[in-house]
């Protein structure tokens, strides 16, 4: 943690206001009766009109309410918060600034909860997934068949938005589930199959809670790394163009071994192929494209939304190495394409990796392979030649297609 303030008062008490009016725990209620400032929205606010201290809504944007708690650093405050604050809520934010020791947190039921007992289903095994000021094709990089999700909206990412997607990726006998207004008069729970639901003209709460289990023949969102080369835009035929194949793609993404938390380049991306894939498969990393042809940059941009790479797949338009200069120094990184440019590009992105990180290159031109071995010369290194071929026909006849050698090159940092 870093940036914390020098907080000198009392513990802050965050409440959970769970979905059922007076539904507070005798500490949390403790904690709204002996604060002298309340903070929360101006719904929750307005249940407590019996309480003395003085109220005060939430700063737009949040980003304001760190200041505000400092400017009230001396009383005893208290956060209203929706459900279990910890649970995609105010708390993720709080401790972004404050530590541990500064909070108390007092959980309630959350709105994924209630919906699962509304349901009558545990809730354990599902995967939850919020869209909550995220874009929607976010969801394409989790979505797989026979699976069970809870999602988390708003009102761009509606429940007609979402059986949408599910139609166009495979899922449409998914069924869909559709929890509004949980804990309130008007609360309505209603089933749907994904594919009418698409097309349905109702109209939803923008207070609700998705619940879903893929069905369908899916196939169009990879389940397992090696995504077909034809399955990514290129602007060539389906398979063709600026795109490391697929057999060459695994081999370097298993000598990059991302790992959750790593910081990854992918220099002189073309398309997307080895940084999509690896932003799938490692979803709690993060993944730096770097190219600067304008029209393998539109290609790389089509293929993160389609693989739903949005959270964690930046897009960065340049030449290495002027381009490397504001990005976060990486734990792992691939050179791919290089223009001519491979001996600059290996120096720089070495200097920039972190001790312990793994730097791979590929060459397949005799020039760049001079270049990695030049660069690499008396250290360490792991070397990898590929040499793939795929079947064609020929004058109706099988035969093997030699694509040109790839020599992968992986070398590790010292600490």
């Known amino acids: 943690m870093t940036g914390l303030p020098d907080w000198s008062g009392p513990p802050i008490h965050v409440i959970g206001m769970g979905i059922e009016t007076g539904g507070l725990s005798v500490s949390a209620q403790a904690a709204l009766n002996q604060a002298e400032l309340i903070i929360g929205s101006a719904a929750h606010l307005a249940t407590f009109p019996e309480l003395t201290a003085r109220k005060i809504p939430y700063p737009s944007p949040m980003s304001g309410l760190r200041d505000l ?3 009230h650093a001396a009383r005893r405050i208290a956060l209203l918060a929706s459900g279990d604050p910890l649970f995609y809520g105010v708390g993720f934010t709080l401790l972004r600034h404050f530590s ?10 959350s709105s ?3 919906a699962f007992a509304r349901l009558g289903r545990p809730w354990q095994q599902a995967q939850m997934v919020s869209l909550h000021g995220r874009p929607l094709a976010s969801l394409r990089a989790v979505l797989q068949g026979n699976r069970f ?3 988390l909206t708003d009102r761009e990412n509606s429940p007609p938005a979402i059986a949408r997607l599910l139609v166009e990726t495979g899922f449409s006998e998914s069924s869909v589930w559709i929890a509004e207004d949980l804990g309130l008069p008007e609360e309505r729970f209603r089933h749907f199959q994904a594919a009418d639901l698409a097309n349905t003209a ?5 207070l609700n809670v998705v619940m879903l289990e893929t069905r369908g023949p899916g196939g169009i969102l990879p389940e397992f790394p090696g995504i077909p080369d034809e399955q990514f835009s290129t602007g060539a035929e389906p398979g063709k163009g600026l795109l490391s194949k697929r057999e060459v793609r ?15 380049w992918d220099v002189g991306a073309g398309c997307g192929g080895v940084s999509v894939e690896w932003a799938r498969w490692n979803p709690h990393g993060e993944v730096y494209a770097v190219e600067c042809h304008p029209e393998r940059l539109e290609h790389l941009g089509v293929n993160r939304e389609r693989f739903g790479v949005v ?3 930046h897009i960065i338009p340049g030449s290495a190495p002027e381009a490397l200069t504001d990005l976060p120094d990486p734990r792992a990184a691939f050179i791919g394409g290089s223009s001519g440019n491979l001996h600059a590009m290996l120096e720089a992105v070495w200097a920039r990796l972190q001790p312990g990180g ?4 590929s060459a397949v031109t005799e020039d760049s392979r001079v270049d990695l071995h030049g660069f690499a010369g008396d250290r360490p290194a792991e070397w990898t030649e590929l040499s793939i071929a795929r079947s064609e026909r020929l004058a109706g006849q099988r035969v093997m297609r030699p694509y040109l050698p790839v020599l992968l090159m992986k070398m590790e940092k010292p600490l």
Not at 100 to 109: A, D, R
């Open 149 to 151: 999700y809870a999602l």
């Open 112 to 114: 994924v909860q209630a």
């Open 311 to 313: 959270n964690n797949l």
């Open 358 to 361: 793994r730097l791979v290159a």
């Open 69 to 71: 708690l400092r400017d």
């Open 202 to 206: 109702i109209a939803f709460s923008a």
């Open 250 to 264: 695994l081999t370097i993404l298993s000598l990059l071994a991302p790992r959750a938390g790593d910081i990854g």
């Open 100 to 109: 541990p020791e500064h909070l108390v947190f007092h959980p309630n039921i």
